[in-house]
T-cell receptor
């Protein structure tokens, strides 16, 4: 699976958009980009995933560059409850022999 | 859907005792994963099963750790004997490998070995 690089930490003002970047320059053509987050003392929570096209759901938007070497997770209106560690993972979706490898992620602090 | 269910939520035990952690995956999911999380090492995969068969247990720290999945709806992670360095939060996750969807994690078991 391709490795990812994320900033260690970020701050965001409450009510503003939080833009979390992820670099995955060695991503393969069949690898998806997945985002998870982990709020303190809870299990990681799935947010969104995508292959090539930008994706949006009720939680966030995922913007993937045309060359697929980087992506940005966007929380459009961050709240205090979005304070968490955000993990970007790339892997083949239907790969029975591999698992999700969680790096250190980005610690997002939403400030009042 | 009740999600992935883990028990107990908290466990405090004395060094040398046997500890058993339990997990019920989401119905229909055919892969199950055990992770351990500590401040020092982050989230580490211990073992995962596909269709109840262990696929990769290379993350299991040592022989004191064992995991079983007797059927599609239940798995256990056992530590015998437990040591203080085993103190961590243990997460179970499941997914259906036939699709794009990611993992669903349980709420974890916080283990403290004194």
């Amino acid at each position: 699976d391709a490795k990812t690089t994320q900033p260690t930490s970020m701050d965001c003002a409450e009510g503003r958009a939080a833009n979390l970047p992820c670099n995955h320059s060695t991503i393969s053509g069949n690898e998806y980009v997945y985002w998870y987050r982990q709020i303190h003392s809870q299990g990681p929570q799935y947010i969104i995933h995508g292959l090539k096209n930008n994706e949006t759901n009720e939680m966030a938007s995922l913007i993937i560059t045309e060359d697929r070497k980087s992506s940005t997770l966007i929380l459009p209106h961050a709240t205090l409850r979005d304070t968490a560690v955000y993990y970007c993972i790339v892997r083949v979706a239907q790969n029975y022999g591999q698992n999700f490898v969680f790096g250190p992620g980005t610690r997002l602090s939403v400030l009042p | 859907d009740a999600g992935v269910i883990q028990s107990p939520r908290h466990e405090v035990t004395e060094m040398g005792q046997e500890v058993t952690l339990r997990c019920k995956p989401i119905s229909g999911h055919n892969s199950l994963f055990w992770y351990r999380q500590t401040m020092m090492r982050g989230l580490e995969l211990l073992i995962y099963f596909n269709n109840n068969v262990p696929i990769d247990d290379s993350g299991m720290p040592e022989d004191r750790f064992s995991a079983k999945m007797p059927n599609a709806s239940f798995s256990t992670l056992k530590i015998q004997p437990s040591e203080p360095r085993d103190s961590a939060v243990y997460f179970c996750a499941s997914r259906f490998t036939g699709g794009e969807n990611g993992y669903t994690f349980g709420s974890g078991t916080r283990l403290t070995v004194v």
